[in-house]
């Protein structure tokens, strides 16, 4: 399941997106622009993953800074908190 959304779990039990090139998912454009609509699908799809986002949620939506790290980290951006 975590590969069909294009992403891994690794050895430390972490979920990150997929950076092989054969996925070809989520990967850093060479020009350095990112989509919106992918990031913010990426981001969901974090927190549903890990069940941060769950079908009771009922207010305006609020995502995990665990799943902005985790996007963050894979456009090659340093966050600390």
Known sequence: MLEDAGLVRVPN????????????A???PADG???RIEIAVQL????????TLTPMESD???LS???KKVVA???GVAMSS
């Open 26 to 28: 989520w990967q850093s």
């Open 33 to 35: 622009t990112y989509n």
């Open 65 to 67: 800074l665990f799943a």
């Open 73 to 75: 980290a894979n456009h």
């Open 60 to 62: 305006d939506l609020m």
């Open 44 to 51: 969901i799809l974090i927190d549903i993953l890990t069940g």
């Open 13 to 24: 039990g972490e979920i990150v997106i997929a950076s092989s090139a054969e996925s070809g």
